[in-house]
C-alpha cells in the first residue's frame, strides 16, 4: 500500500464525491460489486429473514384482536406484547450491530434461529388467557431472537450493493410486506378453524424454522471485521449532529407508525363490518406496502433519501386520520392501499437514510444499532399509549390524533436534519 489511500467520506450512495486522503494504517474499502450471484442470494437470504422477523411482527394485529375477545386483558396490556417483541427486535440491533462489525454475523444467524423457533414452541404451549406467559414467549423470547436476525440481514447488504443500495435494501424489507400478508391470513385462517391457536403457532414456528435455515445458506460477506481505528463508537456517533437529528424525527414517526397495523383489525370487527374484511385488512396493508417498500427506494437512489423520507413521512401522517371516515368496506380498503404504500416508505428508507450518513461502510452495523436501538423505545410505548388513549369505550380520535401529531413531527425534524446534511456536504441531493 502507498503512503496515503483514498477513502470515501463522503454520502455513500455517491462515492464519487468529498475523498479524503488518510495514512497507510487504514485500510482501504473496495466498491461493492452492484450485482453477481452473492449479492443476488444475499438479497434472497435478507428477504427471507425479513419475511419471518418484521413480517411476523407486523402480523401481531391478529393476536391483538384474539387476545382482546378472549379477554386476555385490556388492548393496551395487550398491546404491550407485540410493542415489547417490536421493542426486543430493534432494541437487540445494538449489540447486534456491535457483533456484526466486529465479523460475527453468522454467529448471531444461529442464535436467533434458535430463540425465535424455540420461543415460539414456548408460545404454542402458552394458555391465551394468561398474560405472563404469553408476553414472555411472545413478546421477550420471540423478541430476542428475531432482534439477531434483522439487523444483520440489512447490513449486510451494504457490502454487496453501493450505487442501488437504498434500492436493494428496500427489496430486502419487502419480505417483512409478504410476510405481512401471507401470515395474517394463515394465522386468521389457522386460529380460526380445526388448528386452533396451540398448533396454528407451532405450524408459523416450522414454517419460520425453514425459510430462517435456508436464509443462512444464502447470505454471505464479503468485507472483513474492521481494526483498530477503523472502528466507531457510541460516543462518535452521537457527535453526528444530522444523525441524530435524522434518528429522532424517525422516533417520533414510529411513534405512531403502526397504530394500524395494531387495531385496524379490531376496528373493523367493532364497527359490524364483515369478518372477511377484518381478517384480511392486514393482508392488504402489507401488501400496498411492497411497492412503498420499492418505489420510494428506487427513486431514492436518484433523488436522495432524504428527499425521499420527508414526503412519504408527512404523507403518512395526514392519511392516518382518514381512519375516523372509515364506515364501509371500500373506505376500508382505500385507506388500507394508501396507508400500507407510504407507511412501508417510511420502513424501508430508514436504513439507507442512515447508511447516507455513515462515513465508513464498516460502520454501518453500529450506526443501524443506535439508531434503532433508540427507536426501540418509541416501538415499545407507541401502541401501548394508544391502547390506553383508546381505553375500554374505543374512542377512536384519541390515538388516531395522537399517531398523526407524531408522524407530522417526526417529518419536522427529518426536513431540518436533512437541511444540515445538505449543507454538509454541499449538495441537495440527499
Known amino acids: 500500500m502507498t ?47 425479513l419475511f419471518a422477523t418484521l413480517g411476523y411482527a407486523q402480523a401481531f394485529g391478529v393476536y391483538q384482536d384474539l387476545y382482546t375477545r378472549r379477554g386476555t386483558s385490556t388492548p393496551s396490556n395487550i398491546s404491550w406484547i407485540g410493542s415489547f417483541q417490536l421493542f426486543m427486535m430493534f432494541a437487540m440491533s445494538l449489540p447486534a450491530g456491535k457483533l456484526y462489525d466486529a465479523g460475527y454475523f453468522h454467529h448471531l444467524q444461529f442464535v436467533g434461529i434458535f430463540f425465535t423457533v424455540f420461543s415460539l414452541f414456548m408460545l404454542s404451549l402458552a394458555d391465551p388467557s394468561k398474560f405472563y406467559q404469553i408476553f414472555l414467549s411472545q413478546g421477550v423470547g420471540v423478541g430476542v431472537g428475531l432482534g439477531c436476525l434483522f439487523l444483520p440481514a440489512i447490513s449486510v447488504q451494504a457490502q454487496h450493493w453501493q450505487k442501488r443500495r437504498a ?151 395526514a392519511v392516518i386520520f382518514a381512519i375516523l371516515g372509515l364506515q364501509d368496506t371500500g373506505g376500508v380498503i382505500a385507506f388500507s392501499i394508501i396507508y400500507g404504500f407510504f407507511s412501508g416508505g417510511f420502513v424501508s428508507l430508514g436504513a439507507p437514510l442512515i447508511a447516507t450518513l455513515v462515513p465508513d461502510i464498516r460502520q454501518l452495523g453500529i450506526y443501524l444499532g443506535t439508531g434503532y436501538f433508540i427507536t426501540s423505545f418509541a416501538l415499545l410505548t407507541g401502541n401501548p399509549i394508544c391502547g390506553a388513549l383508546l381505553g375500554s369505550h374505543f374512542k377512536w380520535w384519541r390515538p388516531v390524533t395522537f399517531s398523526g401529531v407524531m408522524l407530522l413531527a417526526g417529518g419536522v425534524f427529518i426536513l431540518w436534519a436533512r437541511f444540515l446534511h445538505a449543507r454538509n456536504i454541499g449538495s441537495q441531493r440527499v
Open 167 to 317: 434500492l436493494a435494501m428496500g427489496v430486502v424489507i419487502t419480505g417483512s410486506s409478504f410476510g405481512g400478508i401471507v401470515l395474517p391470513i394463515m394465522h386468521n385462517e389457522l386460529f380460526n378453524a380445526s388448528a386452533g391457536f396451540a398448533w396454528g403457532v407451532r405450524a408459523t414456528a416450522f414454517m419460520i424454522l425453514g425459510l430462517l435455515i435456508i436464509a443462512k445458506l444464502l447470505m454471505t460477506t464479503r468485507l472483513p471485521p474492521k481494526k483498530g481505528n477503523a472502528q466507531a463508537d457510541i460516543r462518535g456517533v452521537f457527535q453526528h449532529t444530522p444523525f441524530v437529528i435524522a434518528v429522532f424525527g424517525n422516533f417520533l414517526g414510529l411513534l405512531g407508525l403502526f397504530f394500524p397495523y395494531f387495531y385496524l383489525q379490531l376496528y373493523v370487527n367493532l364497527k359490524g363490518l364483515p369478518t372477511n374484511l377484518a381478517f384480511y385488512t392486514l393482508a392488504i396493508l402489507n401488501a400496498a406496502s411492497v411497492f412503498g417498500r420499492t418505489i420510494p427506494n428506487y427513486l431514492a437512489d436518484s433523488w436522495g433519501r432524504f428527499n425521499a423520507m420527508v414526503p412519504v413521512t408527512v404523507i403518512c401522517g
Open 3 to 49: 503512503d496515503t489511500a483514498t477513502v470515501d467520506n463522503a454520502e455513500l450512495g455517491d462515492p464519487s464525491r468529498h475523498k479524503t486522503s488518510v495514512q497507510e494504517n487504514v485500510e482501504v474499502v473496495d466498491e461493492a460489486p452492484d450485482g453477481g450471484t452473492r449479492a443476488w442470494l444475499s438479497v434472497l437470504g435478507g428477504w427471507l429473514v
